[in-house]
């Protein structure tokens, strides 16, 4: 039976996207591995950053499955998350304001503004509280999937797959490991970001979480603005960050967090099981 997918892209960050809503996607965990891992394959199959499953939902207006592409369940997809409600409005859920679940975990949406295949969406990011962090020592951010996020002036002549590699797998983020994320800033407003990402298991031109704790880093070093806004200028685009932040005695609590940017449709086909 054949397969039929939406490639979306938000900044370089493509996804495989499939309207799961009758619920007849693959459901034995080792077939839908091999399934997931052969369809995001970029020699043999669409080629992904990861496959999405848009899923009924009786609570919210749909459920978001996301998938790495190497075929395991993934945790939370910034990007991932901004393409599937584009998706949704093309499919007919056409909203302006979006509710939907991923990870367990509750999201919003806003769309912003769209045309026939492009729309600039915004989703919420869940709340972060963390102490102060030791960036330089590879202190982990949590912004929906774990990150850390080291500061470099010269990104663009970092090997990041061998840089990122190493990291990804270091001891002290064992057993699941982390994304690894190499920042230049440019000024207050705005960072030049490189991410390894875990689950693609290499450098994506864009990572929605991995631009989302950037931004956070950044301003925890010092590098801040009035407006806690910051475009974040990945390989494959530009997206941007705002949140609110409250500093506690031991703590900072980010709150109203918002990662926006462009969703794009590539194109839509079908593909044998």
């Known amino acids: 039976m054949a397969i039929i997918f939406h490639k979306f892209q938000g900044a370089g960050n493509d996804f495989i996207l499939i309207d799961d809503r009758a619920d007849l996607f693959e459901k034995d965990p ?3 591995h091999q399934l997931i891992q052969r369809l995001c394959n970029r020699n043999f199959g669409a080629g992904a950053d990861g496959l999405i499953l848009l899923k009924s939902s009786e609570r919210v207006d749909f459920e978001m499955h996301f998938f790495n592409s190497d075929g395991l369940p993934g945790s939370f997809c910034g990007n991932g998350a901004r393409c599937i409600v584009a998706f949704a409005d093309f499919l007919g859920i056409s909203k302006r304001e979006f509710s939907f679940t991923a990870s367990e975990d509750h999201h919003r949406a806003i769309v912003k503004s769209k045309s026939t295949s492009e729309w600039d969406i915004s989703v919420e990011i869940a709340d972060i509280q963390t102490r102060s962090l030791h960036l330089s020592q590879g202190d982990v951010i949590h912004s929906g999937s774990p990150h850390i996020v080291l500061f470099n002036d010269t990104i663009n002549d970092i090997d990041v797959f061998r840089e990122g590699k190493a990291l990804r797998n270091a001891e002290k983020y064992e057993p699941a490991g982390v994304n690894v994320n190499f920042a230049q800033i440019i000024d207050s407003n705005n960072i030049k970001l490189r991410t390894y990402e875990r689950g693609v298991e290499g450098e994506t031109l864009a990572c929605g979480t991995g631009a989302t704790a950037a931004a956070l880093a950044a301003w ?6 009035p407006q806690n806004q910051y475009n974040v ?10 949140f609110d932040v409250v500093k506690h005695a031991e703590y900072y609590r980010f709150s109203n967090i918002w990662l926006s940017g462009p969703a794009i449709r590539v194109y839509g086909a079908e593909i044998a099981d």
């Open 233 to 242: 200028h990945a390989r494959g685009g530009t997206l941007r960050v705002h």
């Open 30 to 32: 080792t077939r839908r």
């Open 220 to 225: 925890m070093e010092g590098y801040k603005n």
